[in-house]
């Protein structure tokens, strides 16, 4: 069936950047990732799991306003990847951040990968 891997977090500072990467691997995950929406979530410590972006087939987006003028988006099909370029991060970014379809398939939720902003 495959998966969706997320990649990029670390930890940087506040007004730092990260460029976060999905990629998905196998053949059903692929085709997945190509025809429905696709979003980044996260989760802080305590929290529900939220919405952060999503790019729909058409490339059209939408963002949390928390994040709107901070974050983009975007997607290579070519490569079954999708990005997630984070500027001017503050500490209230601080979270796991995840990949996945929009709405979220239980099937894809991974291990995501840990963004930490320090004041």
């Known amino acids: 069936q495959g998966q969706l891997v997320e990649s990029g977090g670390g930890m940087v500072q506040t007004g730092g950047s990260l460029r976060l990467s999905c990629l998905a691997s196998g053949v059903h995950s692929r085709r997945v990732f190509r025809i429905n929406p696709m979003g980044w979530y996260r989760q802080a410590p305590g929290m529900q799991r939220q919405l952060v972006a999503l790019?729909?087939?058409?490339?059209?987006?939408h963002y949390a306003d928390s994040v709107k003028d901070r974050f983009t988006i975007s997607r290579d099909n070519a490569k079954n990847a999708m990005y997630l370029q984070m500027n001017n991060l503050r500490p209230e970014d601080t979270a796991v951040y995840y990949c996945?379809?929009?709405?979220?398939?239980?099937?894809?939720w991974g291990r995501g990968t840990q963004v930490t902003v320090s004041s």
């Open positions: 790019i729909r087939s058409g490339n059209s987006t």
């Open positions: 996945n379809t929009y709405p979220g398939t239980n099937t894809y």
